[in-house]
């Protein structure tokens, strides 16, 4: 199992920036992808960016994000970031990082990983 906890939600101003943080612990050998996803009241969850965590890359982003958002990781400490600049209302949102094993498969599918955490809420005003 492994357990995957975010932090590093809040409230910000158009334009601000933010950094979420995905920690994780139990048996992280199986954290091959690691991945950020959104989902907003009435929305559909989204996939927002992802890495391959095994192998330190590649990342993969989300249109709506890219050149706004930078995942990155840091081994020693089993943690994932999510740099968000320039943000905007619309990426108001619950985040949430999951992981799992999904070589070869779309990243962006939330359907394809079993490891989840609780999110944190990124709320983005005008």
């Known amino acids: 199992q492994v357990q995957l906890v975010e932090s590093g939600g809040g409230s910000v101003q158009a334009g601000g920036s933010l950094r979420l943080s995905c920690a994780a612990s139990?048996?992280?050998?199986?954290?091959?992808?690691v991945s950020w996803f959104r989902q907003a009241p009435g929305k559909e969850r989204e996939g927002v960016a992802a890495?391959?965590?095994?192998?330190?890359?590649?990342?993969y982003y989300a249109d709506s994000v890219k050149g706004r958002f930078t995942i990155s990781q840091d081994n020693a400490r089993n943690t994932v970031y999510l740099q968000m600049n320039s943000l905007k209302p619309e990426d108001t949102a619950m985040y949430y990082c999951a992981s799992d094993n999904i070589w070869g498969r779309n990243w962006a599918d939330g359907k394809q990983y079993q490891f989840w955490g609780q999110g944190t809420q990124v709320t983005v005003s005008s």
């Open positions: 890495i391959a965590f095994s192998r330190r890359g590649p990342t």
């Open positions: 139990g048996s992280t050998y199986r954290l091959t992808y």
